[in-house]
C-alpha cells in the first residue's frame, strides 16, 4: 500500500537552529499539506501546496516557515530560526484531488524538539 | 479558519458497549466530513468518511446533519482495541480542520 513517508522520525535542535522536515508524497498525489500536533493539542494545519506554490496558510506559518518542493519527489517544511513553542509533531498529508471526498494521507510524523 | 467542536471526554466504556460522539462545525460551506482515529504519538488514520445519507462500516456507523451542523460517531460492541482519540474533520476548499478530537477508553 502506497505511503507517505517522513524524515527524521524525531530531531531535537536548540533555539534558534535551522530545522528542515522531509516528506515523500504518495507517488502520484498532487496535494501536500503540513500539520502539525503539539503534545495534548489538536491537529493543527500550517500550509497546503499545490501546483508548486501555496495555495493556503494558517496564522501559524508565518514567515519563519517555508515549504518547497525541490525535485518532484520530496516536500520539505522549513523554520528558519526554531522557537520553544515549535516543539511539536509536525506530519506531512498529501491528497489525489483537493475538496470533495479525497482522503488525505498521513505520514507517521517527525517529532521536533527544540530546547 | 473555521472551528469544528467536539466533547473531549474521556469516555470510559465497558467492553461491549455502545458510545456515541458528537462533533459539530461552524463553517456551512463545508464540502465533506470524516471520521479520523488517532493513537497515542500517531498519525491521525482514516476511519471513515461521513455522507449525507448516513453509512455504517462494520460496527461503526456515521452521521451528517447538515441543517444543524453536526456529526456523529456510534460504535456498536465496542472492542478494546477501538481505545483511541477520535477525531472529526471537516474539509473546505484547501485541506482538512480537525476538531480537538474525543479520547475513548474501553475497560475490560
Known amino acids: 500500500e502506497p505511503e507517505v513517508t517522513q524524515t527524521p522520525s524525531h530531531q531535537v535542535t536548540q533555539m534558534g537552529q535551522e530545522v528542515i522536515l522531509r516528506c515523500v508524497p504518495i507517488?502520484?498525489?498532487?496535494?501536500f499539506y503540513w500539520y502539525r500536533q503539539i503534545l495534548g493539542q489538536k491537529v493543527e494545519f500550517l500550509v497546503s501546496?499545490?501546483?508548486?506554490?501555496?495555495?493556503?496558510k494558517s496564522e501559524i506559518f508565518d514567515d519563519q516557515f517555508s515549504v518547497e518542493r525541490p525535485d518532484g519527489s520530496n516536500f520539505t517544511l522549513k523554520i528558519r530560526s526554531t522557537k520553544l513553542e515549535d516543539s511539536a509533531m509536525y506530519f506531512c498529508a498529501s491528497s489525489a484531488q483537493v475538496g470533495g471526498t479525497g482522503e488525505l494521507f498521513f505520514g507517521e510524523g517527525s517529532r521536533l524538539t527544540v530546547l | 479558519r473555521k472551528e469544528v467542536e467536539q466533547d473531549p471526554g474521556p469516555f470510559n466504556v465497558p467492553e461491549g458497549a455502545t458510545v456515541a460522539f458528537n462533533c459539530t462545525y461552524s463553517?456551512?460551506?463545508?464540502?465533506?466530513f470524516f471520521w479520523y482515529r488517532q493513537d497515542c504519538r500517531k498519525e491521525p488514520k482514516l476511519l471513515m468518511s461521513?455522507?449525507?445519507s448516513g453509512n455504517e462500516d462494520g460496527r461503526f456507523t456515521a452521521q451528517l446533519n447538515r441543517a444543524s451542523q453536526y456529526i456523529s460517531l456510534l460504535i456498536r460492541d465496542s472492542k478494546l482495541s477501538d481505545s483511541a482519540t477520535y477525531l472529526c474533520?471537516?474539509?473546505?476548499?484547501?485541506?482538512?480542520?480537525f476538531g480537538k478530537g474525543t479520547h475513548l477508553i474501553i475497560q475490560p
Open positions: 501546496f499545490y501546483n508548486n506554490e501555496i495555495s493556503e
Open positions: 463553517n456551512s460551506a463545508s464540502q465533506s
Open positions: 474533520a471537516v474539509r473546505g476548499a484547501d485541506g482538512l480542520t
Open positions: 507517488s502520484n498525489h498532487l496535494y
Open positions: 461521513v455522507y449525507s
